[in-house]
């Protein structure tokens, strides 16, 4: 079956950066795209980005832009997330969420979510 | 940006009862490229609905979507214990940025 299973939680300072995983199984990698989007404490889902995970294009949402970087490598399947600058208003969970798709976007299958907290 | 707005924020409803929820967009949703999804406490997203009215792999018929344009509809027909939830919808008709809608609590009464 479809699984992305995310890399644990992570507790950084204001200003340090942090990477998240996401171990794609159970399907063809380079056939889908992987996204990231965020959930703070209590609030609603917020769209990062996407990178295909065939070709390594990324696309981020302008909010993020110059903080985050997410990249791939297709000998594990795996993405990754890093942010970086990171601030008290990043504390949030960050899931990896897949779609089949570049501009029709739907989220089939998710991952877990990794907590990220961000506090002096 | 597309800003989605649902409501109403919480539903109180017993099983068995319908739920009707409603998410309204700020500009219209080209193609009618809306989901729905719900969310249980400590868990991720689950897509129920894409396309605003067809049911995902392994939803059941009691949930079904509807609308075009900028009013959008996700209906429970007979709630069942498992379905209360956080729903979220989200458009995917103007992008970037993809956007979701703030969250309709449906809790048991």
């Known amino acids: 079956q479809v699984q992305l299973v995310q890399s644990g939680a992570e507790v950084k300072k204001p200003g340090a950066s942090v990477t998240v995983s996401c171990k794609a199984s159970g399907y063809t990698f380079n056939s889908y795209y992987i996204h990231w989007v965020r959930q703070a404490p209590g609030q609603g889902l917020e769209w990062m980005g996407i990178i295909n995970s065939s070709g390594g294009g990324t696309r981020y949402a302008e909010k993020f832009q110059g903080r985050v970087t997410m990249t791939r490598d297709t000998s594990t399947s795996t993405v990754y997330m890093e942010l970086s600058s990171l601030r008290s208003e990043d504390t949030a969970v960050y899931y990896c969420?897949?779609?089949?798709?570049?501009?029709?976007?739907?989220?089939?299958?998710w991952g877990q979510g990794t907590l990220v907290t961000v506090s002096s | 940006e597309i800003v989605l707005t649902q409501s109403p924020g919480t539903l109180s409803l017993s099983p068995g009862e319908r739920a009707t929820l409603s998410c309204r967009a700020s500009q219209s949703v080209s193609s009618s490229r809306l989901a729905w999804y719900h969310q249980k406490p400590g868990q991720a997203p689950r897509l129920l609905i894409y396309?605003?009215?067809t049911r995902a792999t392994g939803i059941p018929d009691r949930f079904s979507g509807s609308g075009s344009g900028t009013d959008f509809t996700l209906t429970i027909s007979r709630l069942e214990p498992e379905d209360f939830a956080v729903y979220f919808c989200q458009q995917y008709g103007s992008t970037p940025p993809l956007t979701f809608g703030g969250g309709t609590k449906v809790e048991i009464k």
């Open positions: 396309g605003a009215s």
């Open positions: 969420a897949r779609s089949s798709s570049w501009y029709v976007i739907y989220f089939d299958n």
